[in-house]
């Protein structure tokens, strides 16, 4: 059955390839001119209508960023930057500062334990992230009295923590910032295209339409990098509440170790 309907296909394409053929054939040259040329154009069509298929989101971006033009578009690019820059730095920052707080309370209580605080603060040194300073900046008081090094872990802990939102405000800054950029910059391009409608003396629609184009290009560039600076900045956040947490946990750990040990000593 298969074969039966290959065969019958093949004999159909024949058949149409000797029919067009001899249309083509019997066609007066006019006609035949017509038929070409309207063929040439619905490939050129189709070669142009996929060409735009293949432009790419990256591609189409950049076309868009030059169109936008390079007054408010290049501000807006430039927090978007330094908006990044800062959001890495933070990131790498705040992931270098997160340890296993769980595991540095276990090795300090040994260390205590077995070495007393001199042993335990040699632990601290030797691991790094705001805990493991707290954890040092408490035992280095422990010998004065429990509220000394209650007062010390406080302390610190504040230190601690405004290193790690140091710089996020500009983060902040460059979402509230990027955003109201494009907005200026669509106030200003529908002023030109006021302008030029002034300057015309009628509403003809292609005297305005690159000006108000213009000015939603920046709005729109201006939204994106707010949208793209906002993940960042939640993120950051989130880690940054979780770092406090551990340290806040640690700090109740450790004054618990240190009443234990003064207990029984």
């Given at each position: 059955m298969k074969k039966l309907f290959s065969i019958m296909a093949i004999a159909a394409l024949v058949f149409a390839g000797s029919f067009n053929t001899t249309a083509a054939q019997t066609m007066p040259a006019n006609v035949q001119s017509l038929v070409t040329a309207a063929t040439v154009t619905i490939v050129q069509d189709e070669e142009a209508a996929s060409a735009e298929e293949s432009l790419g989101f990256h591609q189409e971006m950049k076309k868009r960023f030059i169109e936008g033009g390079p007054g408010f578009m290049g501000i807006v690019l430039l927090c978007l930057i330094l908006g990044l820059a800062i959001a890495i730095e933070r990131i790498i920052y705040l992931n270098l500062s997160t340890t296993n707080t769980q595991k540095l309370a276990e090795n300090v209580e040994d260390a205590l334990k077995s070495g007393g605080v001199e042993a335990a603060k040699e632990v601290c040194r030797?691991?790094?992230?705001?805990v493991a300073s707290i954890y040092y900046q408490g035992l280095d008081r422990a010998d004065e009295s429990i509220d000394?090094?209650?007062?010390?872990v406080i302390a610190?802990?504040?230190v601690q923590m405004g290193q790690l939102e140091k710089n996020v405000s500009w983060i902040s800054l460059f979402i509230a910032l990027a955003p109201m950029l494009g907005f200026m910059g669509t106030v200003i391009g529908m002023i030109i295209a006021f302008d030029k409608i002034e300057a015309a003396g009628d509403m003809n629609p292609s005297l305005v339409a690159g000006g108000i184009k213009v000015a939603l290009l920046t709005t729109v560039f201006g939204l994106i990098v707010a949208i793209i600076l906002q993940i960042f900045y939640n993120y950051i956040i989130a880690k940054i509440d979780?770092?406090?947490?551990s340290m806040e946990d640690a700090s109740i750990t450790l004054i618990d170790m240190l009443?234990?040990?003064?207990?029984?000593?």
């Open positions: 030797n691991t790094k992230g705001p000394a090094a209650e007062k010390a610190y802990g504040g979780s770092i406090v947490n009443v234990d040990y003064k207990n029984k000593k």
